[in-house]
């Protein structure tokens, strides 16, 4: 209940019925929304065309709203939506670049950045991105023209996207809400790859499990980069089983389908995506124990948590595959990951400046183990990029403790902490396969969580700082005392990191 006066409206503690029913029904079309990627998901899978149309559509409407839309972060919704749904592409056969969802990224924040008046670009991505260039001219020539193409779009396509996103979202102010839309678009079409997963096992008309990698129970596509994507989908769940202003239903629905995620991802005998997932949790579990209130939550969720894995989920999942399970998550070999690192060093030790270029490293791991390419980033980047990569690696690494750092509150630094931890995580066991570790990275340069006021784009005109799209008015003269929660939707600024926006 608002009561409106000279000083603007003031809350009296009570909450207006408006209010709730506004609250049910955000969650009922959230939870439709989410839903509605089941059978979708299932049906794409079935039909490649229908792949293909729906990546073509969801980036032509995301460039349409980055072209001609007055609110920048519907881009960063769109981005987020194609880094979910971009294994679900892959593992539908989509008539598509394999680095559509890297490149498709990269196209949507550069338009948008085109937009922005006296734009002012962040620094040390674009040195990050700039040090492995060189190495490009030796993968020139060495390689074929077409063979150097692939090799330099499969191996920098991730920086190329990492560097596109943390420019853009370094001009971003992410309020609670715009924040946690940006991880329903993202979280949605995982729930589908979960579904796709889930539709080949209860389909399957026979399905054995060993001690590897599980294809049938990956939806017939690559278990490494189906398992990481839902272990992406568990962190995100997890986040919104945090959220202490969320509907208590709302939190329960996430809490399922996090058990979901990490069933699906366990399935599919690929540990990486539970690895990922759990070390992200942990390192905001690092920052949420600092908050009284956030502390309390954390302990329930992992009670629960555990009571569920332990008496439901490990149980049935331990029928399902006989047993294989348990002796496979026992297992601790690396699956020659460690093979191809010793190979990486070694190539590194004999060419510590420039290295061998991208991709050629990958037809020098035959001598030692098999033609294969990377699966741990920082190793390629040594035997590719010399000492280049070694100091593109340290800059990355800086940025993200820097992002951390400066975020206000211990769950601002919990969310950067989470984001930037999984994409490290992922980076180490699927190299940068796919577009999601440069988003994550990319969105810790946003200032998350902020709180921003209605006041926020007079005083940013007062200091010189241009917005990019207008910011919702308030019905008062003075901003209502909630504003805090509502956040002002759409500003976008080009201040540096300690001025109105972080990066």
Known sequence: MYVEGAQGARTIGI???????????????????????????ILVRQVGQFATLHAL????????????????MQ???VAAYITGAEVLWRMSDAQLPWEFGKYAIVVLFVVALARVPRLRLPAPPLIYLALLLPATLLTLTNLSAQESRQQISFNLSGPLALAACAAFFAHVKLSRAELYRLFLMLLAPVVGIASVTLFGVVTAASLSFGTGANSSASGGFGPN???AALGLGALVAFWFVMD?????????LAFATMLLMIAQSALTFSRGGLYDAAGAILLAALFLLRSPRARMTLVAFVALL????????????????????????????????????????GIWLKNPVWGVGPGRSALMHLALFRDSASHTEFSRMLAEHGALGLASMLLLCAMALRNISRAR???????AASLAGWGFLFMLNVAMRTVAPSFLIGLTFARLLAEDEAGDAQQARARGVWTYAAVDSVRAPAP??????????GLFTRSSVDGAAKK
Do not use: N
């Not at 559509?57 to 920048?72: D, S, T």
């Open 409 to 415: 509150g211990a769950t601002s630094r919990a969310v």
């Open 480 to 489: 209502r005392p909630d504003a805090t929660r509502r956040g002002v939707r």
């Open 75 to 77: 881009v960063g919704y």
């Open 244 to 252: 202490a202003k969320a509907d208590w239903r709302a939190r329960g």
């Open 57 to 72: 559509l969801v980036f032509a409407f995301g460039l349409a709203i980055a072209v001609f839309g007055r609110k920048p």
């Open 225 to 227: 980069q189906v398992s």
């Open 15 to 41: 909450k207006y019925p408006a209010r709730a029913r506004a609250g049910r029904a955000g969650l009922f079309v959230a939870v439709l929304f989410v839903a509605g990627h089941v059978p979708a998901a």
């Open 306 to 345: 555990s009571v569920a894995t332990y008496f439901f989920v490990m149980p049935h999942l331990d029928a399902v595959t006989g047993g294989a399970l348990f002796e496979r998550f026992q297992d601790t070999s690396l699956t020659g990951r460690d093979v191809l690192i010793q190979a990486d060093l």
